[in-house]
Structure formats: structure tokens, C-alpha cells
């Protein structure tokens, strides 16, 4: 389990990008669409990452299917994705330690320019 940030850290720790790196860990700023068509990664939309899911929005269940579905796209392990805040919220926040692997949207770094 990562570290949490000290409590005087801000909560968008991405500033005006969707993702920031903290070390090795990949802070990702997710907009979850759950009960999607199909499991995708969209585009980013302002400084969130818009990410959808089949799975409906019920007890959490959606952010856990999108968990299991960005673990191999990162190269990681699904313990090592922790959802800092909205388990059951569109509006997350992901921890990805040390992603082996990138999707192609984080082919550029983040430069606060990312809608």
C-alpha cells in the first residue's frame, strides 16, 4: 500500500494535468463513466481522465471493475492501484505504483495544457 500524502497536500496533487508522477507512483485523476458499451479509456477532459466501465455503479463495484481493467494496461498488479478518494464517486483518484507500461494518452508528459 503507498505511502498517503502528508495531510497538508493538496488534494489535486495533478495540478492542471489529468496525471502526475510522485516518485515511481502514477497519480491519474479518473472521470468514470460506469455502465459503459465496453471497458475503454477515453480522452482527457480538463484534468481528468475519462475512463468507462461495464459494470454498474453499485457498492463500489464499478471502480473495482475499472481497477481490474487498468492493472494490465499499466503492467501492475491490481494490489498495486489504490484509489486514493471516490470508490463510489465518478470523480477518482488512482495511485499506480510503478506502471511497467503506459496507454498511448500518457504518451506526453503533462504540461497543464492536457483538455
Do not use: C, Y
Not at 481528468?48 to 473495482?64: F, I, M, R
Not at 494490489?79 to 465518478?90: H, K, L, P, T
Request: charged share 25%.
Amino acid at each position: 500500500m503507498a505511502t498517503p500524502p502528508p495531510r497538508n497536500a493538496p488534494r489535486n496533487f495533478t495540478g492542471d494535468a489529468f496525471f502526475a508522477w510522485d516518485g515511481d507512483v502514477l497519480v491519474v485523476n479518473i472521470l468514470g463513466k460506469p455502465a459503459a458499451a465496453k471497458d475503454a479509456i477515453g480522452k482527457p477532459k480538463g484534468t481528468q481522465l475519462k475512463v468507462s466501465v461495464t459494470a454498474a455503479p453499485k457498492d463500489g463495484k464499478a471502480t473495482d471493475h475499472m481497477v481490474r481493467f487498468l492493472a494490465p494496461l499499466f503492467g501492475v498488479a491490481v494490489a498495486d492501484i489504490e484509489v486514493v478518494f471516490g470508490r463510489e464517486s465518478f470523480h477518482k483518484q488512482l495511485r499506480i505504483k510503478a506502471p511497467a507500461k503506459l496507454p498511448d494518452v500518457f504518451a506526453s508528459p503533462p504540461d497543464g495544457d492536457n483538455r
